[in-house]
């Protein structure tokens, strides 16, 4: 079975900060990557994805991820990191053709003012 | 965001009494997940469904049953609820559409927080 490690459980960071939170995964075949963000009290909605392409790829609110294949990881990187990132981190992965996520433990983000 | 809804929002319940979790979509999509969110576990997957009457388990799937006998509702059954069942329950869906931007991406319900005394 695939695996996903989250590396960094819990960061804490000063405002413009930059951010790198890491997100390992085990399976070696077609693989479709994700990160998602859960704000305190809120649901998980999507920060990126990756299928294919380019492997660096830009989401929302200034985050971007760095496919590197030969390594099995997909980062989560933010140059300079605001009070409003404040929340739960978490990577996903499915497999090519898949519609069933392997998701990480998450990493918890406070950012302070 | 997909129109998911969860309900109740929140839930007390004693040990031993059967509860049921509510999951209404309103954007046609044919998976639905439940999953239940712990502190150090981060999400696991309880059960999937991949179309009306077609339902798989997930890792966590032991003391849960599910059914869906329509495309927009997905009920998650807790036969006989235990404490170690106290945890955020989430369910979400996944777009198959594969000419849309949110291809294969995952949307999530707000949640519904259990309580087991």
């Known amino acids: 079975a695939q695996s996903v490690s989250q590396h960094n459980h819990h960061v804490i960071l000063s405002e413009a900060a930059s951010l790198e939170l890491g997100c390992n995964y085990s399976y070696g075949g077609t693989v479709n990557l994700f990160w998602y963000v859960q704000y305190p009290g809120q649901h998980l909605q999507l920060l990126l994805k990756y299928f294919s392409g380019d492997p660096l790829v830009k989401g929302i609110k200034g985050f971007e991820a760095e496919f590197i294949k030969s390594k099995f990881s997909f980062n989560l990187r933010k140059p300079s990191v605001q009070w409003s990132d404040t929340a739960e981190y978490f990577c996903a992965v499915k497999r090519g053709g898949s519609y069933i996520p392997t998701f990480g433990r998450g990493t918890s983000l406070i950012v302070h003012p | 965001d997909a129109g998911i809804t969860q309900s109740p929002r929140h839930k007390v319940t004693e040990t031993g009494t059967p509860v049921t979790l509510r999951c209404h979509q309103t954007e046609n999509h044919r998976y639905m997940y439940w999953y239940r969110q712990d502190p150090g576990h981060g999400l696991r997957l309880i059960h999937y469904?991949?179309?009306?009457?077609?339902?798989d388990k997930g890792e966590v799937s032991d003391g849960y049953s599910v059914s869906r006998s329509k495309t927009e509702d997905f009920l998650l059954t807790l036969e006989s609820a235990t404490s170690s069942q106290t945890s955020v329950y989430f369910c979400a869906t996944n777009s198959e559409a594969s000419g849309s931007s949110s291809y294969n991406e995952q949307f999530f319900g707000p949640g519904t927080r259990l309580t087991v005394l």
């Open positions: 469904s991949y179309g009306v009457k077609d339902t």
